[in-house]
């Protein structure tokens, strides 16, 4: 009896675990597929919104954003106060913005004029080569920086570099959903070249960052559409 209790809460706690893993949206997939990618500070909060002051499509606006509400195995990085600084990735829904992805990667903070995008944004095969001695405990702390509350083992940017870099790979490429309302990270998609291959290698060699978000389509790609 007491062997078939523990089987059985062993299992409960294995399912308990699972069901907290959440695979993040790949950053080209949300520099691509988002309707808005900006950044800028909240100006106001309420019950269900914050306000974010931020460019949008080169004018100065105030952006009314669903709140993140959360979900199992992700998290944001404190709650909402005026003047955080925030870089976003949004979708409309029924006319108000939300969040593109389901986790809390579709809203970066920024601290210190400086943001960090967390390594599960990129695909694993990205990684070993951003690592090439492997990803060893000390490649690992290097790459760790406080956020908040967290921890994240990431890539530290400026936002204007981030922001600058998913312009660039936009020019450069269109993403194509094969189905509505899905993710490119996960499912199979189309892309093409809005650029001749001599303009998007030029664009590739100066950002380092979209280069790495075009190696993760082409990888993406292959793996979801086999």
Same mark, same amino acid.
């Given at each position: 009896?007491?062997?078939?209790? #523990?089987?059985?809460?062993?299992?409960?706690?294995?399912?308990?675990?699972?069901?907290?893993?959440?695979?993040?949206?790949?950053?080209?997939?949300?520099?691509?597929?988002?309707?808005?990618?900006?950044?800028?500070?909240?100006?106001?909060?309420?019950?269900?919104?914050?306000?974010?002051?931020?460019?949008?499509?080169?004018?100065?606006?105030?952006?009314?954003?669903?709140? #993140?509400?959360?979900?199992?195995?992700?998290?944001?990085?404190?709650?909402?106060?005026?003047?955080?600084?925030?870089?976003?990735?949004?979708?409309?829904?029924?006319?108000? +913005?939300?969040?593109?992805?389901?986790?809390?990667?579709?809203?970066?903070?920024?601290?210190?004029?400086?943001?960090?995008?967390?390594?599960?944004?990129?695909?694993?095969?990205?990684?070993?080569?951003?690592?090439?001695?492997?990803?060893?405990?000390?490649? *690992?702390?290097?790459?760790?920086?406080?956020?908040?509350?967290?921890?994240?083992?990431?890539?530290?940017?400026?936002?204007? +570099?981030? +922001?600058?870099?998913?312009?660039?790979?936009?020019?450069? +490429?269109?993403?194509?959903?094969?189905?509505?309302?899905? #993710?490119?990270?996960?499912?199979?998609?189309?892309?093409?070249?809005?650029?001749? *291959?001599?303009?998007?290698?030029?664009?590739?060699?100066?950002?380092?960052?979209?280069?790495?978000?075009?190696?993760?389509?082409?990888?993406?790609?292959?793996?979801?559409?086999?």
């Amino acid at each position: 009896m007491r062997v078939t209790f #523990y089987c059985l809460l062993f299992v409960l706690l294995t399912q308990t675990v699972a069901a907290q893993v959440y695979d993040p949206v790949k950053l080209f997939d949300m520099a691509s597929c988002a309707e808005v990618a900006t950044y800028g500070t909240i100006s106001k909060v309420d019950e269900k919104f914050y306000y974010l002051e931020c460019f949008n499509h080169g004018k100065l606006s105030t952006l009314k954003v669903q709140k #993140y509400i959360g979900r199992s195995g992700s998290y944001r990085f404190a709650k909402y106060e005026v003047g955080q600084k925030l870089f976003v990735f949004l979708k409309r829904v029924n006319g108000e +913005y939300q969040l593109y992805s389901q986790g809390i990667e579709s809203e970066i903070p920024i601290i210190h004029d400086s943001l960090v995008v967390d390594m599960n944004c990129f695909i694993p095969k990205t990684l070993v080569m951003l690592a090439p001695r492997g990803l060893t405990a000390e490649y *690992r702390l290097t790459q760790t920086f406080q956020v908040g509350t967290k921890k994240v083992f990431g890539l530290r940017f400026a936002p204007r +570099y981030l +922001y600058e870099s998913i312009q660039a790979f936009n020019n450069c +490429y269109q993403v194509i959903l094969k189905r509505p309302n899905t #993710y490119p990270s996960f499912t199979c998609f189309n892309f093409f070249n809005r650029l001749t *291959r001599e303009k998007t290698d030029a664009i590739n060699r100066k950002s380092k960052l979209a280069r790495l978000m075009f190696m993760d389509m082409e990888d993406a790609q292959l793996r979801n559409c086999k």
